[in-house]
């Protein structure tokens, strides 16, 4: 069940630029959610949902090769909500990106998004 609500996906050309967004659901309170860390990951046709950038509670970040110096991943902890800015934008970075959060300490917990559409013409 999906309970995280991403926006931000769409059609640009290569060269281009896109900002996704996820929020959190209201039953994740503020105090709660710095205690998450952020995952984007991403799933093109017929391949495997791959990670794409990831950024700890303490704010550590993590990126996949292809995307790094590209991408850049953020939090606003009191928005409840995760970033994912993508620049100079290739046809290789098609795909359905989901934006995931797990708790960080404690009982396991994680929240995915349905997943937004990022297409890139070449």
């Known amino acids: 069940q999906v309970q995280l609500v991403e926006s931000g996906g769409g059609l640009v050309q290569s060269g281009g630029s896109l900002r996704l967004s996820c929020a959190a659901p209201?039953?994740?309170?503020?105090?709660?959610?710095?205690?998450?860390?952020v995952d984007w990951y991403r799933q093109a046709p017929g391949k495997q949902r791959e990670l794409v950038a990831s950024?700890?509670?303490?704010?550590?970040?993590d990126y996949l090769g292809s995307v790094q110096g590209r991408f850049r991943i953020s939090r606003v902890d009191d928005k409840k909500s995760g970033y994912l800015e993508m620049f100079s934008l290739k046809a290789e970075d098609t795909g359905v990106y989901f934006c995931?959060?797990?708790?960080?300490?404690?009982?396991?917990?994680?929240?995915w998004g349905q997943g937004t559409q990022v297409t890139v013409s070449s």
């Open positions: 995931h959060v797990a708790r960080s300490t404690g009982r396991p917990y994680e929240l």
């Open positions: 209201g039953f994740i309170s503020i105090v709660s959610f710095r205690l998450y860390n």
């Open positions: 950024m700890s509670a303490s704010g550590d970040t």
